[in-house]
């Protein structure tokens, strides 16, 4: 079967880091997504990770260890916009399943 | 350049009526999934097409249905509605799998 777990909210302050982790059980796995996804919105894409590592980009970083079913993602410098729903996806075998979500609160 | 069109925005249907959504994907992505989100169940996996094949589908009834034309556009259809079939329609393109997704607005769907 096929399983993404991610915690349901986080609050963090503005200017903080925050981690959102994600662990997954799949068959089949290719690479791991994390998408934005703002209230009345469709997701956006963020990051990808294929390899084990962090990969970084702008204020976000996103990590994967493959051997543990791991990821996170990571937000630096929080702003007020970045409240949202983050979205964790793995994707093999031509589909893409998705986590329920991590709302995160972004509070001054 | 345009980005992934979906029509209708809003549906409003009755149990029993059948519908038919369309996705217009970005000039390129021949690679098309529909997803399902509803503010329980979170992002369900439908169906996903690459060059008018169906390449997976995920664990939705037979009522649920969907094509893809040669020009990459594509339909899916759902018959027989059931109030459990509100939700968000989201389709969904890519260049290749290893590029992200792009998605659609998306197509409410309501079911009285």
């Known amino acids: 079967g096929q399983n993404i777990d991610q915690p349901t909210e986080m609050t963090a302050t503005e200017g903080a880091i925050v981690q959102i982790n994600c662990t997954y059980q799949?068959?089949?796995?290719?690479?791991l997504f994390w998408y934005q996804q703002h209230a009345g919105e469709a997701p956006t894409f963020l990051s990808y990770n294929v390899l084990d590592g962090l990969e970084e980009k702008g204020r976000f970083s996103s990590f994967l260890s493959r051997s543990k079913g791991y990821s996170y993602l990571l937000l630096k410098e929080l702003q007020m916009k970045d409240s949202a729903s983050y979205l964790c996806a793995v994707t093999g075998g031509f589909k893409t399943i998705f986590g329920a979500g991590t709302r995160l609160f972004v509070k001054a | 350049k345009a980005g992934v069109t979906q029509t209708p925005r809003y549906l409003i249907k009755t149990r029993g009526q059948q519908v038919t959504l369309s996705c217009s994907p970005i000039s390129g992505h021949r690679s098309v999934s529909w997803y399902q989100q509803t503010p329980g169940q979170g992002l369900q996996f439908l169906f996903e097409y690459f060059s008018e094949t169906q390449r997976n589908k995920g664990n939705f009834p037979g009522r649920f249905s969907g094509r893809q034309f040669s020009n990459s556009r594509s339909e899916m259809n759902v018959s027989t509605l059931e109030l459990g079939d509100s939700a968000l329609y989201l389709c969904a393109s890519s260049r290749q799998d290893t590029d992200g997704y792009t998605f659609g607005s998306g197509t409410r769907l309501t079911v009285v």
């Open positions: 799949t068959s089949g796995f290719n690479g």
